[in-house]
Every structure is written in C-alpha cells, then in structure tokens.
C-alpha cells in the first residue's frame, strides 16, 4: 500500500505501467543493468489501454501506411514502417519466443475490400510496403462472398495483451526494478514526483501516459487527444474460419479470432467521434450497436455477446507518437501519444527511449517528423 511506503530514492522514475513504461524499463535495465528504476502506476496492471487492447502485434493496416506516406512521403512512411517491423522482432525475439506463459500466435494481417472501387480507391503501392494482394479466392471461404479481396502482410502476431504485461513485469522483478501499482502522480517537481500519497526523489523522469497525458498536465491538451475505443467480443453459433488479423478500414473495424468460436471485434469510433473523445472508459451503446450490426448484419453470423469493453488511446495530429526530452523542473521525458499503434510500435520506441535517458541519442526517430516544443 502507498500509505506504508518511506520516500524512495531512484535514479529513473517511470510514470505509467503500461507496456510502453514497462517496455522503456526493460530497455534501460538492458542498456544499464547498474539502474536503479522505479515504474508507478496509479491502476493494476493493464490498467490502461494496454490491457484492453485487440492483441494485434501488428505493423498496421495498408491505410494507415496510405495515410502515413500523404503526411511524410513515401520514403518517410517506409521508414516508420521498418520501425514497426524492428518493433515486431525485437517484442518476439524478447518475450514471445522465450517466454512459456504468453499466450500469442504467428499470423498475417489483412486489410479487407469490400469491392473493386474500394480497393482502386486506396490508390496504394502496397507491394512496396510489403503487402501481397489476395484475391477473393484466395480469402477464407468463409470471408469470399463478403470481400473482395485483401491486402495481407506478415510476420504479425495475435497475443493476450495482458500476458505481454505480466512477462515484462515478471523480468523487471527479476532485475530488480519496482514496480508499484496503485500508485498515481501527481506533479514533476525538482526531486522526483509528487504521488498521491509519498515522495519519490530520482535523477530523471520518464512520463509514459498515453491518452492520460492531458489528464496530467494542461500543457500535453492541444497536443495528445486522448480517444475511446470500444471493443465487442461474442461467441459464435458456429466456427468461423478467419486465421489473421482483420482490418475493415472503411468500416472502420478491425477483428480477430480469439479462439474457438469467440472473436473480438473493435472500432466503429466514428459513429459518435465527439462523444468518443474523452479519457475514461464507458461502453457506448451506438458504438456497441454499431459492432453488433458488422458481426450480424455484414458478417451474417450468428453469436451471443460475450463481453463488452473500452480503453482510451491517445492521438496526435501526425499520427505518430511524441517521444522526446522536455523542459521541466527536471529531467523529463515523453513517450505517448501512440494514436492507436501502441503495441506494433512501442517496444522499439520503449529502446529508442531508453537510448534517449542514457545518452545514447540525442533525437528520436519520431522526432525527426514533428517536434513538439513542451514546457512542464
Ligand atoms: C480498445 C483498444 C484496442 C486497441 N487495439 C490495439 C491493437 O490491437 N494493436 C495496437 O498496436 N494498439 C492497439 N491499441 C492501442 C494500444 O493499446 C496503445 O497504443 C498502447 O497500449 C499504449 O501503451 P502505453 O503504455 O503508452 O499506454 P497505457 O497502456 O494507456 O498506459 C498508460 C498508463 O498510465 C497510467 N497512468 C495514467 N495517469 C497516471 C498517473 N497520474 N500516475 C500514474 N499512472 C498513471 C494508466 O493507469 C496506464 O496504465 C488499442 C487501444 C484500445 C483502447
């Protein structure tokens, strides 16, 4: 419990538990195994959008790479691509090929069509991002009346967000790092951070609070939006073979088979994007509505609902998270602001992180696209 803790002392604190702030604590104990670290959260584990999560370890759709080259060029979007791969391979090399107790599966990822025009539409040199073309007889049987076609990419990975957090967390123990939850800060100050309830003196700071960050401070609200998304998991009447990871951009929802005949099902945010903008998580009755009628309507599946969840994500207006020092009373750094990617892009940005802290770099990656001025 905070209340019986004496005020800490530590070289990095970490604000946010979730797998970008457990994933830059990994990373710093790899640089420097000599750091003392301490990573707070003020929920459990998973607490945030990190254990509400779809579980899609992913690269990221063939729209969003669309929209990310309008923004940066192509050579640009590449490049971000790349990173996600380096993301991939570096969470699997790490923690899904060594570790027993986390549930996840190799798979592709498949940007669907519903018709021709649609896919013309995107307009999208997908070969040189990576992405094959399926046509509908190469879909599931099951997907061919539907779509008509794909746009499929791999290696991805289905995965039990939650698992991902325990393994991270089992490792930084084992290291020695503490990690407290139910703890919640509240300022930066000369000494540390100010908690709900003690005092935690450290060197540097590292604030990893995603959509949470305006809720932090007034200075992060014209730069991290933070959104809800909604999710939908139901049990089918019957198997429904769909063995990737699905995105139905234009319908703004995405899905996976979690196992047996329960899929999980996420999106429709724009059925009410101003009532979706916000950072605490509720069940929207017209988003929910709206993942029912994909499932039912244009799946054509029969189910019973299982489970309904939200989370908060946090979006920039680049599409691309903050990550860098900023001023503040003292040393301070950002990470968030994922915009819906955090789990494809965040452990190689948790390493490009903890590269920052121990002066291994002195620019992120993703400052190169924007930098934001930040004064805390
Ligand atoms: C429903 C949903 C589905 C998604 N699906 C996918 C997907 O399939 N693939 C993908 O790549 N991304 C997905 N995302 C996005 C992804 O989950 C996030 O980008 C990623 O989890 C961000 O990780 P994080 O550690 O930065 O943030 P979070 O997991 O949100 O962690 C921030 C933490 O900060 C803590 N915190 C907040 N304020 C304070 C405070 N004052 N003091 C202490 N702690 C504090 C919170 O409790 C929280 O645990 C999804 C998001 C949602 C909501």
Redesign the pocket.
């Known amino acids: 419990m905070p209340f019986s803790l004496p005020d800490l002392s530590t070289d990095i604190i970490i ?9 830059t604590a990994y990373w710093l104990s790899e640089l420097n195994p000599n750091l003392k670290i301490v990573v ?4 459990q ?14 690269k ?1 759709s063939a729209y969003f790479y669309k929209s990310l080259g309008q923004k940066w060029g192509v050579e640009g979007a590449q490049s971000i691509l790349k990173f996600a791969e380096e993301s991939l391979k570096l969470v699997y090399d790490h923690f899904l090929k060594t570790s027993s107790s986390i549930d996840f599966i190799p798979t592709t990822s498949m940007t669907l069509f519903k018709n021709e025009k649609l896919h013309q539409d995107l307009d999208f040199d997908a070969k040189s991002f990576g992405f094959e073309w399926r046509n509908e007889s190469e879909l599931p049987e099951n997907l061919r009346s539907k779509f008509y076609g794909g746009l499929e990419t791999s290696p991805e990975y289905k995965v039990t ?1 939650v698992h991902l957090l325990e393994a991270l967390k089992q490792k930084l123990e084992a290291r020695k790092i503490k990690v407290l939850e139910n ?4 300022k930066v100050t000369p000494d540390g951070v100010m ?1 709900d309830s003690f005092v935690l003196r450290g060197k540097k700071v590292i604030l ?5 960050f305006p ?2 401070h007034e200075v992060f609200k014209p730069l991290i939006i933070p959104h ?4 939908l998991a139901v049990e089918l009447e019957k198997d429904f073979n769909c063995p990737s ?1 699905y995105y139905d951009p234009p319908e703004r929802v ?1 899905w ?1 088979k979690v196992h047996d005949r329960t899929i999980i099902f ?1 999106g429709k945010r724009l059925l009410d994007e101003k009532g979706e903008v916000g950072d605490f998580e509720k069940i929207s009755p017209l988003i929910q509505a709206g993942l029912e009628s994909y499932v039912g309507d244009l799946l054509g599946l029969k189910y019973k609902v299982l489970h309904r ?6 979006f920039t207006d680049h599409e691309l ?1 903050i990550l860098k020092k900023i001023s503040a009373p003292i040393e301070t750094y950002v ?2 602001g ?9 452990f190689r940005s948790a390493l490009e992180m903890a590269q920052l802290v121990t002066g291994q770099k002195q620019t992120s990656f993703f400052q190169t696209f924007k930098d934001n001025t930040i004064n805390l």
């Open positions: 604000v946010g538990g979730g797998f970008v702030g457990l994933s707070l959260d003020r929920g584990l998973g607490a945030g959008a990190s254990g509400r999560n779809a579980g899609f370890l992913t990221g967000p703890v919640s800060a509240f908690t990893a609070l995603n959509g949470y809720q932090f809800r998304a909604q999710m990871l995405y996976r996420g969840w939200s989370g908060t994500m946090g998270p990470v968030g994922f915009s819906g990617h955090g789990m494809g892009l965040g």
